[in-house]
Nanobody
């Protein structure tokens, strides 16, 4: 079992930056692909970024490419999402999730989810 706790959300102006953190419990963290998803009010949860078990592979939604970076620190059981050049359309609840598959963009492939952290980008 893996428990995930996100932090780092907040209110930021357009063009600003935030770093989201996700702390994982358990000794099996390095066996999971880790992903970040977000959900805006009235919209479906959407893929943002994912990183493979050792961190050697990263995947991004088109909307995140070039602005966001996903990183992980396996000894510390942490995964991060560095977000730069934020836009109002990046507003939403951001979720950290863990999967044992490489179906990185599919929310149903993720077994464990955090409770989410709110990111609000003002124009």
């Amino acid at each position: 079992q893996v428990q995930l706790v996100e932090s780092g959300g907040g209110l930021v102006q357009a063009g600003g930056s935030l770093i989201l953190s996700c702390a994982a419990s358990g000794r099996t963290f390095s066996t999971y692909v880790m992903g970040w998803f977000r959900q805006a009010p009235g919209k479906e949860r959407e893929f943002v970024a994912a990183i493979t078990w050792s961190g050697g592979g990263t995947y991004y939604a088109d909307s995140a490419m070039g602005r966001f970076a996903i990183l992980r620190d396996n000894p510390k059981n942490m995964v991060y999402l560095q977000m730069n050049s934020l836009k109002p359309e990046d507003t939403g609840v951001y979720y950290c999730a863990a999967s044992r598959t490489l179906r990185t963009h599919d929310p149903s492939a993720y077994e464990h989810w955090g409770q989410g952290t709110q990111v609000t980008v003002s124009s």
